[in-house]
Each structure stands twice: as structure tokens, then as C-alpha cells.
């Protein structure tokens, strides 16, 4: 009997998940659609800034700096914010290639974490879009290629995608796939 009615609660708060979804859909495709009704304006890179915060990744920060070097398109800048690290993260971000604008800002010591480190670098460069990412990732050479090709409502909400590779990995990327639908509907609900 106990059994039973956990399988309903779970199914129940499934299908309300669900159909939060789906309304959230709905809604941003209407939004959309009302908002770029006859906008089929592509993305201008000269228009894009990428702001990537940072705390002490001298060790994981290598994949993105050797991604960025392979990129065959670039944005306008990307800014590095320092959220207070105390390795050598700084000395990596300087590998960048010739030609490749970027910035260093470091977070003034009343401001810490990386939403705050965002807004910081958000507020000291202006674009028409700002795009963040994390310093541990990696990407295709072709990445801003393909950010040219998407109409500028399509950038609004670009979740990032997990590959996993080990059963935990896998069970994390299947994870995210539903954050990521969830911050899809809920854009839709609130935007």
C-alpha cells in the first residue's frame, strides 16, 4: 500500500513537471514570436562579449585556453573576471594567442562568488549580448561560426550540454538535460 502511494506522489509531481514544461515551451515560443515577430536578424559577433569568472582553476583552465586558440571566428572581447585566486590561473589566461581581445579584471575584496563576479564584468564592458561560460570547458573550433548562424532571440537561453561518459557522468548529463528544460519552460513562465 506504502509502495502505491509513493508510485502516485512520484508520478503526480512527474506530471506537474511536465506540464510545467510543456506551458513553459508554449509560453517562450509565444514570447518569441511576439517579441521578433518579423526579426530574423542574425548574431553580429562585434556585438558579443564573453565573460568567463574564475577562482583558483590553474588546473582545469587549460582546455579552455587551448579552445579558445583553436577558434576560427572570435567575439568582440572576452573578459576574465578574478574572483580572488590565489594560484597561477592569471599567468594561463596569458597564453591566448596573438589577436584574441581579452581583459583581466579582478573582483574588488568587497565582492566575491561568481554571480557577483558576472554583474562585475557585465557592468565594465557593454555589448549588445553577454555570454558566460564557465573556465573549465571546452569547445569546437567552429563554436562562433555556429553562434553567427542563430537568429538573436535564439541566444537568450543556450544551455550548456554535458557529455558523460561514465554511468555517474551519464546520470548527471541526464540531470542537466532536465535543468536545462526547466530553465527553458521557466524563461517562458517569467520572461
Same mark, same amino acid.
Given at each position: 500500500?506504502?509502495? %502505491? ?5 512520484? /508520478?503526480?509531481? #512527474? ?10 515551451? @508554449? ?9 521578433? !515577430?518579423?526579426?530574423? &536578424?542574425? =548574431?553580429? /559577433? ?9 577562482? %583558483?582553476? $590553474?588546473?582545469?583552465? +587549460? ?12 567575439? $568582440?572581447?572576452?573578459?576574465?573576471? *578574478?574572483?580572488?585566486? +590565489?594560484?597561477? +590561473? ?9 589577436? =584574441?581581445? #581579452?581583459?583581466?579584471?579582478? /573582483? ?7 554571480? $557577483? ?5 557585465? %557592468? ?18 567552429? #563554436?562562433? $561560426?555556429?553562434? &553567427? ?10 544551455? @550548456?550540454?554535458?557529455?558523460?561518459? +561514465?554511468? %555517474? ?13 526547466? *530553465?527553458?519552460? =521557466? !524563461?517562458?513562465? #517569467?520572461?
Amino acid at each position: 500500500r506504502r509502495l %502505491n502511494e509513493f508510485i502516485n506522489i512520484f /508520478l503526480l509531481l #512527474y506530471s506537474l513537471l511536465g506540464s510545467l514544461i510543456i506551458l513553459g515551451f @508554449v509560453l517562450q515560443n509565444r514570447n518569441e514570436s511576439t517579441c521578433f !515577430s518579423d526579426e530574423k &536578424e542574425k =548574431i553580429d /559577433l562585434h556585438n558579443l562579449t564573453v565573460i568567463i569568472p574564475f577562482r %583558483n582553476e $590553474q588546473d582545469r583552465i +587549460t582546455s579552455l585556453i587551448e579552445s579558445i586558440n583553436q577558434l576560427i571566428r572570435y567575439p $568582440q572581447k572576452f573578459i576574465f573576471v *578574478n574572483d580572488h585566486s +590565489t594560484d597561477d +590561473t592569471k599567468s594561463k589566461i596569458h597564453q591566448l594567442k596573438a589577436g =584574441i581581445s #581579452y581583459e583581466i579584471l579582478d /573582483l574588488p575584496i568587497h565582492l566575491q562568488g561568481k554571480k $557577483q563576479a558576472i554583474e562585475f564584468g557585465i %557592468n565594465h564592458f557593454s555589448s549588445e549580448f553577454n555570454l558566460t561560460w564557465d573556465a573549465d570547458i571546452s569547445l569546437l573550433p567552429n #563554436y562562433f $561560426q555556429s553562434i &553567427e548562424q542563430l537568429e538573436k532571440k535564439d541566444l537568450y537561453i543556450l544551455p @550548456v550540454i554535458m557529455k558523460g561518459k +561514465t554511468i %555517474n557522468e551519464l546520470f548527471f548529463e541526464s540531470d542537466h538535460a532536465i535543468a536545462n528544460a526547466i *530553465n527553458a519552460s =521557466i !524563461s517562458g513562465l #517569467y520572461r
